[in-house]
């Protein structure tokens, strides 16, 4: 699994850098996404969860924006009305495509598949729904639909990219927050930014997902967040769930020839 994705794509692996401090919780993206990949509805009840009637990524939910309330001031802004000081984190989740993504490792019909962009696609008439990409998935992006039971999540508009355009979220966001791209500038991109906004006073921002050392070698869906992953749901220290299996196969090797030695060795000292 270990091999330079950007290095094999030639420059060109493309993604997204979402920067939250300048989300509004408008959920354009959300409703661009169902419109161009024509998405299921997912339900339009309030869950009683704050103003987040979707809760999370799902087969018929590609982008989700969170939104997250904490009693404390936002960098250097003014206080709250009164003792009401708070602030609202918002940020629009999606799958994150990673450089070693274990969907594409468990996945027994060749449905997921890696594009010419650096992108994970599902293809849906190949899925058998077996859901074995489900479970593998370290930041659980992928859901199985209720009808077809078939696997879904983002392809970053696959559709719009070969056509040389971007993927239909970046485009509707107001405010710039999901940004697309070169993967490359995106970094370079992000750290900058992230300067901006501790310089602002922000010193608890940070990037995820932007190191190619980490546990999934990188993603190509990173994002500038304002406070610790886990307060948006993100896992902290994210691994590809099938880093283990090559040295698991090379043990099950190991047993099994150790087996055969050993009904050789008997079948021997029977015969004499």
Same mark, same amino acid.
């Given at each position: 699994?270990?091999?330079?994705?950007?290095?094999?794509?030639?420059g060109r692996r493309v993604g997204f850098f979402t920067d939250t401090s300048v989300c509004i919780g408008c959920k354009a993206c959300?409703?661009?996404?169902?419109?161009?990949?024509?998405?299921?509805?997912?339900?339009?009840?309030?869950?009683?969860?704050?103003?987040?009637?979707?809760?999370?990524?799902?087969?018929?939910?590609?982008?989700?924006?969170?939104?997250?309330?904490?009693?404390?001031?936002?960098?250097?802004?003014?206080?709250?009305?009164?003792?009401?000081?708070?602030?609202?984190? $918002?940020?629009? &989740?999606?799958?994150?495509?990673?450089?070693?993504? *274990? +969907?594409?490792?468990? =996945? @027994? !019909?060749? %449905?997921?598949?890696?594009t010419e962009f650096g992108t994970v696609v599902v293809q849906q008439d190949i899925c058998n729904g077996c859901g074995y990409c489900?479970?593998?998935?370290?930041?659980?992006?992928?859901?199985?639909?209720?009808?077809?039971?078939?696997?879904?999540?983002?392809? $970053?508009?696959? &559709?719009?990219?070969?056509?040389?355009?971007?993927? *239909? +979220?970046?485009?509707? =966001? @107001? !405010?710039? %927050?999901?940004?697309?791209?070169?993967?490359?500038?995106?970094?370079?991109?992000?750290?900058?930014?992230?300067?901006?906004?501790?310089?602002?006073?922000?010193?608890?921002?940070?990037?995820?997902?932007?190191?190619?050392?980490?546990?999934?070698?990188?993603?190509?869906?990173?994002?500038?967040?304002?406070?610790?992953?886990?307060?948006?749901?993100?896992?902290?220290?994210?691994?590809? !769930?099938?880093?283990?299996?090559?040295?698991?196969?090379?043990?099950?090797?190991?047993?099994?020839?150790?087996?055969?030695?050993?009904?050789?060795?008997?079948?021997?000292?029977?015969?004499?």
């Amino acid at each position: 699994m270990a091999f330079d994705l950007d290095e094999r794509l030639d420059g060109r692996r493309v993604g997204f850098f979402t920067d939250t401090s300048v989300c509004i919780g408008c959920k354009a993206c959300e409703v661009a996404c169902k419109e161009w990949n024509a998405v299921p509805e997912d339900g339009l009840v309030f869950t009683g969860m704050s103003y987040d009637n979707t809760v999370g990524l799902s087969a018929d939910t590609w982008r989700h924006v969170a939104f997250i309330e904490q009693r404390k001031p936002l960098g250097h802004q003014e206080p709250g009305v009164g003792e009401m000081d708070f602030r609202w984190l $918002m940020a629009s &989740d999606v799958c994150k495509h990673c450089t070693h993504a *274990a +969907c594409l490792d468990v =996945c @027994p !019909t060749g %449905s997921l598949f890696r594009t010419e962009f650096g992108t994970v696609v599902v293809q849906q008439d190949i899925c058998n729904g077996c859901g074995y990409c489900v479970p593998a998935c370290p930041f659980g992006v992928i859901g199985k639909r209720e009808t077809g039971g078939t696997a879904a999540k983002c392809t $970053m508009c696959y &559709d719009r990219l070969e056509a040389g355009e971007e993927p *239909a +979220c970046a485009k509707t =966001c @107001p !405010t710039d %927050s999901i940004q697309f791209g070169d993967l490359d500038e995106l970094r370079e991109r992000a750290e900058r930014r992230l300067a901006q906004v501790r310089e602002a006073g922000v010193g608890s921002a940070r990037l995820y997902g932007h190191d190619p050392d980490d546990g999934v070698g990188g993603t190509a869906a990173f994002f500038l967040l304002l406070d610790e992953p886990e307060v948006y749901g993100l896992p902290p220290d994210p691994v590809v !769930t099938t880093r283990d299996l090559p040295s698991m196969w090379r043990h099950v090797g190991v047993a099994a020839l150790c087996l055969l030695a050993g009904m050789a060795a008997t079948a021997i000292r029977r015969r004499r």
